[in-house]
């Protein structure tokens, strides 16, 4: 397979808990974004990254968030201190420069 | 700033009838302009996408969308619907000036029925 992939799929935490998605894009793709979408809604967007450079970061990330990419490839989005409000599907989506996104198939958070 | 209104969250039609899904933006540059469909417990997919190339643009299943820059229209359309079109579908804009970050719409739900 050679699209997005986003694990785990489905993630159940008590609040208060820490949580840590991974996000594979596709391997040629320099590009990386996370967004969120919650029940009814477009998704939102959260941050992006240039290779391993996170170049904008929306204000919806709060402080509890935070998005890595250490070496380029793979990245990591972490939330510390869930709460039901960050109960949500969280996608991620890859892109060449002048390429449309590809998306995953994201990971649905609930936060009990 | 950039913005994208999507007029109906849900939209009802018939099999074999024609399918209309309106779509607003805003933008500050010229746009990119996406439709992306959803199906249940599926990623998003793309439809077709505007790169002001031609205005008419044609995408996969059928749909094409028309970029209207003197109304900032992008309205989706398909002649017949088919049953395996019921979904969410996303109006999305795209900004250049910050690495292509999408703007998406709120959504239109499609119902087809038999």
């Known amino acids: 397979d050679t699209g997005v992939s986003q694990d785990p799929r489905h993630k159940i935490t008590k609040r208060g808990q820490n949580v840590t998605f991974r996000c594979d894009p596709i391997?040629?793709?320099?590009?990386l974004y996370w967004y969120r979408q919650t029940l009814g809604q477009g998704p939102e967007f959260l941050t992006y990254?240039?290779?391993?450079?996170?170049?904008?970061k929306s204000r919806l990330l709060s402080d509890r968030f935070s998005a890595e990419r250490p070496k380029g490839s793979f990245s990591t989005l972490e939330i510390q201190r869930t709460e039901q409000g960050d109960s949500a599907m969280y996608l991620c989506?890859?892109?060449?420069?002048?390429?449309?996104?590809?998306f995953g198939s994201g990971t649905r958070l609930t936060v009990v | 700033a950039q913005s994208v209104t999507q007029l109906d969250s849900h939209v009802s039609v018939s099999e074999g009838t024609p399918v209309l899904l309106r779509c607003n933006y805003s933008?500050?540059?010229?746009?990119?302009l996406f439709w992306y469909v959803q199906h249940p417990n599926k990623g998003l997919q793309l439809l077709l996408k505007?790169?002001?190339?031609?205005?008419l643009v044609k995408g996969i299943n059928g749909f094409e969308a028309e970029f209207k820059k003197s109304e900032t229209s992008f309205h989706l359309t398909k002649p017949s619907a088919h049953m395996s079109d019921a979904a969410e579908y996303f109006c999305?804009?795209?900004?250049?000036?910050?690495?292509?970050?999408?703007?998406f719409g709120g959504g239109t739900r499609v119902l087809v029925k038999p």
């Open positions: 989506a890859s892109s060449s420069d002048r390429g449309h996104p590809f």
């Open positions: 999305v804009v795209s900004d250049q000036a910050a690495g292509n970050k999408l703007t």
């Open positions: 933008s500050s540059y010229s746009p990119s």
């Open positions: 505007y790169t002001s190339a031609a205005t």
């Open positions: 391997s040629e793709h320099n590009r």
């Open positions: 990254f240039q290779n391993e450079a996170q170049l904008e």
